[in-house]
């Protein structure tokens, strides 16, 4: 399938989990392969449009018609997008039903909708906000391209979209994703300003490790 190929590298060099699919009990009560978009994918040229009606119809995701399709943020949730060695010190602190996403090289992490807004307040809260770091959110009016559902209809590219941990259908995904009231809280989803900072410093160290790499100038 698309999402181990995606992933044998990744897995290989970090501790992020394979993709998986949800379990048998995790979806709606009563819930049918009706749902299974492999079923509602027909002829060539179908697939982007069961991968649509999955994430309409069966997430009550907002989506913008592809090739590829994309899901809107800034609606039910937005989207903070890190490199994978942050991706990966972020899973370890996040809700497991919180959705998580890899697309290449690039981790994108479901948080809350309005995050985005409170992102460059964050940083500067947490004294990142003069430094340059590989972290930046989508919110309202953005998009990620839509991770292949799970199972997929067909197999992708390589590097493409995939799901580590894939929303599951008859789950509402507000209350799994960190928001800043739930910083400093007891239970819930863990809270923005915790996660703000994890993936700010593992964002940082990967830009000495690049700075340390690179050989010296001499004038």
């Given at each position: 399938?698309?999402?181990?190929?995606?992933?044998?590298?990744?897995?290989?060099?970090?501790?992020?989990?394979?993709?998986?699919?949800?379990?048998?009990?995790?979806?709606?009560?009563?819930?049918?392969?009706?749902?299974?978009?492999?079923?509602?994918?027909?002829?060539?040229?179908?697939?982007?449009?069961?991968?649509?009606?999955?994430?309409?119809?069966?997430?009550?995701?907002?989506?913008?018609?592809?090739?590829?399709?994309?899901?809107?943020?800034?609606?039910?949730?937005?989207?903070?997008?890190?490199?994978?060695?942050?991706?990966?010190?972020?899973?370890?602190?996040?809700?497991?039903?919180?959705?998580?996403?890899?697309?290449?090289?690039?981790?994108?992490?479901?948080?809350?909708?309005?995050?985005?807004?409170?992102?460059?307040?964050?940083?500067?809260?947490?004294?990142?906000?003069?430094?340059?770091?590989?972290?930046?959110?989508?919110?309202?009016?953005?998009?990620?391209?839509?991770?292949?559902?799970?199972?997929?209809?067909?197999?992708?590219?390589?590097?493409?979209?995939?799901?580590?941990?894939?929303?599951?259908?008859?789950r509402e995904v507000e209350s799994s994703l960190p928001a800043v009231p739930a910083w400093g809280g007891g239970g819930g989803a863990p809270g923005l300003v915790r996660l703000v900072e994890t993936v700010a410093t593992e964002c940082h160290r990967i830009r000495l490790r690049r700075t340390a790499a690179q050989p010296l100038a001499f004038s």
């Open positions: 399938m698309a999402s181990t190929a995606a992933t044998a590298s990744l897995s290989a060099a970090l501790p992020l989990p394979l993709p998986r699919r949800p379990l048998p009990d995790e979806g709606a009560e009563g819930a049918t392969d009706t749902a299974d978009p492999a079923c509602a994918a027909g002829p060539a040229g179908s697939a982007d449009e069961a991968v649509r009606r999955w994430y309409e119809d069966e997430l009550g995701w907002a989506t913008a018609a592809g090739p590829p399709v994309r899901l809107l943020t800034g609606l039910r949730f937005d989207v903070l997008d890190v490199p994978r060695a942050a991706g990966a010190a972020a899973l370890r602190r996040l809700d497991p039903a919180c959705p998580v996403a890899l697309h290449g090289d690039r981790v994108r992490l479901l948080v809350a909708a309005g995050a985005a807004e409170e992102l460059p307040g964050l940083l500067e809260w947490l004294e990142w906000g003069s430094l340059p770091l590989d972290l930046r959110a989508l919110g309202a009016g953005g998009g990620i391209t839509a991770p292949l559902p799970v199972p997929a209809p067909a197999a992708g590219a390589q590097g493409a979209a995939v799901w580590l941990r894939p929303p599951v259908p008859g």
